[in-house]
């Protein structure tokens, strides 16, 4: 059974950073591309960023040169780091992974960015 289990989220000011931290269980975790989405009260789910297998990047156009992706294969963790933050950043922030055709989600993890 594929557990994703997201930290690190919080309460922080307007140009402040954060770093998200995804814990992966019950899969070969090295295999698989794993993404970060996003969901702010009363909206959709968004994609914000994505490391695949070999290591490649994709992010949204709103968080390019703010976020980072990265990933640990030895811990099976996947991390986002969130530098200069905006109050639109503000969102329960969800690992996700695709496997065997099926999509698995933590229970996320809340970004508030307020002053």
């Known amino acids: 059974q594929v557990h994703l289990v997201e930290s690190g989220g919080g309460l922080v000011q307007p140009g402040e950073s954060l770093r998200l931290s995804c814990a992966a269980s019950?899969?070969?975790?090295?295999?698989?591309?794993m993404n970060w989405f996003r969901q702010a009260p009363g909206e959709q789910r968004d994609l914000v960023a994505t490391?695949?297998?070999?290591?490649?990047?994709t992010y949204a156009d709103s968080v390019k040169d703010r976020f980072t992706i990265s990933r640990n294969n030895v811990r099976n963790l996947v991390f986002l780091q969130m530098n200069s933050l905006k109050p639109e950043d503000t969102a329960r922030y969800y690992c996700?992974?695709?496997?065997?055709?099926?999509?698995?989600w933590g229970r996320g993890t809340q970004v508030i960015v307020s002053s």
């Open positions: 996700n992974v695709r496997f065997r055709n099926n999509d698995y």
């Open positions: 490391i695949t297998s070999n290591g490649d990047t």
């Open positions: 019950g899969l070969n975790f090295k295999l698989y591309a």
